[in-house]
C-alpha cells in the first residue's frame, strides 16, 4: 500500500526536513520513527522538498509503503498521536504504487516573508525576516522577471561542489504587500540549495537600492554564486504547496 501524506511544520527548532546521520532532529526522522513502531518494520519515507533547517512548511507532501492495507484515517490519528505539537499530518490517502512525492511534482510553490518596517514583531520573528527598511518593489519585480522560463541557476546554489544539472524552470515570481510585510512566491519545477533564500537575498539588495536588477542577468549567465546577494535567514521562508497536476 502506497501512502500519500500532507504535513505541516513549524521548522524552526529542527535540522531540516531530511533524515542525517549525525542527528534525529529532522521532520523525516521523527516521522519514520513513529511509522516504523506503527507497522512493526522499518518504513522509509519520501518527501516532496528537502526543506533546510528552520524553514517551514504548510503543504509538504511525502509518501511511503506499507506491506499490509491500513485506514488512512487511523494512520493520521496514530502519526497525529505521537508527533510534536509543532508537526501535524493533515491528510493521508492511498495512491498508486508508482506515486512519488517528489518524482512525479509538477512543481512547487516557496513563499518568503519579509519586514520592511522598525518593529521586529516579536511573536512573528519565527516567520518572518525582518529587514527593516524600505524596499523599491518595482524594481525587484523587474529584476525578478529575468528569471522567469528555464535557465541554469547555478549562480544561486549555494552547494558548490553540484554535480546534478542546475537548470530549472520557474514559472512564477509574485510579490504581495500586506501591510508592513512582503510576501514573494515563487513558484517551479524545481529548487536548488539555498535557491529561495538566495534568490530573494539578492532581490533584497535590489529593492534596497545596493545593486541594479540587470544583476539577475548576469549572475545567471556567468553562473557564479559569488555574483549573488546574501542568503536570506530560513525563518522567512515556507513550503507553501506541492502541484501534481497542473
Keep these: 500500500m502506497n501512502c500519500k501524506i500532507m504535513i ?7 535540522d531540516g526536513w531530511q533524515r542525517q546521520g ?16 506503527m507497522s512493526g518494520y522499518p518504513i522509509e519515507i ?16 511525502a509518501n511511503f509503503h506499507l506491506t499490509e492495507r491500513a485506514d488512512p484515517v487511523q494512520i493520521k490519528m496514530y502519526l497525529n498521536q505521537y508527533l510534536p505539537d509543532d508537526i501535524e499530518v493533515t491528510d493521508v490517502s492511498e495512491v498508486p504504487d508508482r506515486f512519488h512525492s517528489r ?24 516567520y518572518r525576516y525582518h529587514y527593516g527598511e524600505h524596499l523599491d518593489v ?3 519585480k523587474k529584476a ?8 541554469d541557476f547555478k ?23 500586506k501591510e508592513h510585510d512582503l510576501v514573494i512566491s515563487y513558484t517551479g519545477n524545481g529548487f536548488l540549495y539555498h535557491m529561495v533564500r538566495i534568490l530573494t537575498g539578492t ?11 540587470e544583476d539577475i542577468k548576469k549572475i545567471l549567465e556567468e553562473k557564479n554564486r559569488q555574483l549573488a546577494g546574501f542568503t536570506a535567514p530560513a525563518m522567512g521562508l515556507t513550503l507553501l504547496r506541492v502541484r501534481y497536476e497542473k
Design 8 to 14: 505541516q511544520y513549524d521548522g524552526t527548532r529542527y
Design 22 to 37: 549525525n542527528t534525529d532532529n529532522t521532520i523525516q526522522g521523527k516521522l519514520e520513527k513513529i511509522l516504523t513502531r
Design 46 to 61: 519520501h518527501g516532496a522538498g528537502r526543506t533546510d533547517a528552520g524553514v517551514h512548511a504548510l503543504g509538504q507532501t
Design 103 to 126: 518524482l512525479n511534482a509538477c512543481d512547487k510553490t516557496y513563499a518568503y516573508r519579509i519586514g520592511t518596517d522598525e518593529f521586529k514583531a516579536v511573536f512573528e520573528r519565527k
Design 138 to 140: 518595482s524594481m525587484m
Design 144 to 151: 525578478a522577471s529575468y528569471c522567469l522560463g528555464t535557465h
Design 155 to 177: 549562480g544561486f546554489c549555494g552547494n558548490k561542489r553540484i554535480k546534478k544539472s542546475t537548470v530549472r524552470t520557474l514559472e512564477e515570481i509574485c510579490f504581495e504587500q
Design 203 to 213: 532581490l533584497i539588495e535590489i529593492g534596497g537600492g545596493k545593486r541594479p536588477p
